[in-house]
């Protein structure tokens, strides 16, 4: 009897903190969604580029985004845009932005 409530009391905490965990996903895609809004214009909030000099971000591993949005930020890397832009991003706005662009599912059709 006191083992099945134990038990009971455990299955409890573990969907607890499941549903917080989803809940916290589900909330730093909101909030990367709504940093996306200042990469829009170049890259769509779609992560499709919308101008002929700017990449496509969506599906681009999250890893591959942050570490490109460092390098601009720390002079590594160099472009007259992309260097002001992530000058103004601390690694909080990086995480969230790189995971809503690598979050965007992409499908691919070869061409024939
Ligand atoms: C004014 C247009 C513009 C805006 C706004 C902009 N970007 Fe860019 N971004 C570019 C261009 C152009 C490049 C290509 C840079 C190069 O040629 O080296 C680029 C490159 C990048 C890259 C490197 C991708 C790769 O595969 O090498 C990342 C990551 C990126 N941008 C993220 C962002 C994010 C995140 C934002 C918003 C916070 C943003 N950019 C806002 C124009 C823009």
């Not at 009391?9 to 709504?34: M, N, P, T, Y």
């Not at 214009?41 to 969506?58: E, Q, T, Y």
Request: glycine fraction near 8%; hydrophobic fraction near 50%.
């Amino acid at each position: 009897m006191a083992v099945n409530r134990r038990r009971k009391l455990v299955l409890h905490w573990l969907i607890l903190l499941s549903l917080l965990f989803a809940s916290e996903v589900r909330a730093d895609l909101g909030a990367g969604k709504a940093k996306a809004k200042m990469c829009a214009a170049c890259h769509g909030i779609d992560g499709l580029s919308k101008v002929a000099d700017a990449p496509n971000l969506a599906g681009n591993g999250e890893l591959y985004l942050a570490r490109q949005l460092k390098a601009f930020r720390s002079g590594e890397r160099k472009h007259p845009q992309m260097s002001v832009i992530a000058a103004g991003l601390n690694d909080d706005d990086i995480a969230v932005v790189t995971a809503w662009y690598s979050a965007i599912k992409v499908s691919v059709e070869l061409p024939q």
